[in-house]
């Protein structure tokens, strides 16, 4: 009942976190927007079961797709599928490290909020770079690229410890089965 609810709610999350995401302002040193779609996508990823946490990854990356659809001479620069298959691998190498750490922590959650931030913005600039052609280089597309990924490591516990009460909490106890006694 629980994982319905939080399922109901991330998915809910989504257009919010889009929305007020292009709604902030720009980091000013080189106006880096703060990417919040990755910070719920880890959460969501990492706190439920394997199949549910798929189905919310294509939820994702359709939503992600969605924003990036961008036309350009009669062609689609990003589409869906670059979206679906990295939202994808993200979520089972999530789910992985999730598995490894016996439930969810609010230290994995931020490193992979930057990671999947910073090779989300990496991958659609690589992308982009092929489909154009050229790769400018340069200092400040390095520094737009980074700079939203610190902005998750930073946001990703507030998050974290504001829908932690939604996640199932591993307990080793209850867990296990219990041994047969077959004393008499």
């Not at 199949?51 to 350009?72: D, R």
């Not at 016996?102 to 992979?112: F, T």
Request: net charge positive.
């Amino acid at each position: 009942m629980r994982q319905g609810i939080l399922f109901i709610i991330l998915l809910l999350l989504l257009p919010i976190a889009v929305a007020v995401q292009d709604l902030l302002p720009a980091i000013p040193p080189f106006q880096g927007r703060v990417q919040l779609l990755p910070v719920v996508f880890c959460f969501g990823v990492m706190a439920l079961p394997l199949v549910p946490s798929l189905y919310f990854a294509l939820a994702t990356a359709l939503v992600q797709g969605l924003v990036l659809l961008q036309i350009q001479s009669g062609q689609v620069e990003l589409g869906l599928t670059v979206p679906v298959v990295f939202f994808l691998a993200w979520a089972i190498l999530l789910q992985m490290a999730s598995e490894a750490t016996h439930g969810m922590r609010w230290e994995v959650h931020a490193l992979g909020s930057a990671a999947v931030t910073l090779t989300l913005l990496g991958v659609e600039f690589l992308v982009l770079c092929v489909k154009r052609g050229g790769l400018p280089l340069e200092m400040t597309v390095l520094v737009r690229v980074v700079i939203p990924a610190v902005a998750s490591l930073l946001i990703a516990p507030l998050l974290y410890f504001a829908l932690r009460n939604l996640v199932p909490v591993f307990n080793e106890e209850n867990s296990l089965p219990k041994k047969p006694n077959f004393s008499r």
